[in-house]
């Protein structure tokens, strides 16, 4: 009788959870969304955006086969420019480093002789210092691709070097100021071209 009484209160023991229903176990905790950085550091990212303002300059249409008299012809050219740019900038600790390329549309024009410089493409690299997180100040130098307007379309190229300064509205969003000068040259036909062209614009661009 005592071995019974053992056994029945073991086999109570192992089926009483059975019976008693699941075990509430605590719903997994939501997921944590954690927004990526736009940028490691302030000027760390790439950028894009537009810019917009004035350009001149002046040059000379020359003839070599002119041996006799004057075969220089001086030209003196502005008018508006805008356009789009991008790059990206490695920054450690203040220094920036970074390349960029940028394309301005305009009609730098001269119409005594006819002469207009159309666009520009610049393909240069920028050294910036930055002593905050929101202002920054570079020096660029590189390569430029042009087209210009004679007695018909031709190219130009040439080399590149500027100036400019940044300031970080927000996170992403930036205005800056840009000073770029450009010493080019080309040939349509018989004549030889040489132009210098300086642009003076303001950009406002985006970080990411």
């Not at 944590?32 to 810019?51: H, M, N, Q």
């Not at 508006?80 to 920054?91: E, I, L, R, S, T």
Request: with cysteine; hydrophobic share 40%; charged share 15%.
């Amino acid at each position: 009788m005592t071995r019974l009484t053992i056994s029945a209160a073991a086999l109570m023991a192992i089926t009483t959870p059975v019976f008693a229903g699941p075990v509430a176990v605590p719903p997994p905790p939501p997921p944590v969304y954690v927004e990526p950085e736009r940028c490691p550091l302030a000027f760390d990212c790439f950028y894009l955006g537009l810019e917009a303002g004035y350009g001149h300059g002046t040059g000379n249409q020359f003839n070599p086969a002119v041996t006799q008299g004057n075969g220089d012809t001086p030209l003196d050219y502005d008018g508006a420019v805008y356009g789009a740019f991008a790059g990206y900038n490695f920054q450690n600790g203040a220094m920036v480093y970074g390349g960029e390329v940028r394309f301005l549309h305009g009609n730098l024009s001269d119409d005594t002789p006819v002469f207009e410089v159309n666009s520009l493409i610049d393909l240069r690299g920028r050294i910036g210092y930055a002593p905050s997180d929101s202002f920054m100040v570079y020096g660029a130098l590189g390569y430029t691709l042009a087209q210009a307007t004679a007695a018909s379309d031709f190219d130009m190229d040439g080399f590149n070097a500027g100036i400019g300064a940044e300031f970080n509205v927000s996170e992403s969003f930036f205005i800056g100021a840009d000073l770029t000068a450009r010493q080019l040259e080309g040939t349509l036909g018989a004549f030889e071209y040489d132009a210098d062209v300086h642009t003076a614009t303001i950009r406002a661009g985006f970080r990411f």
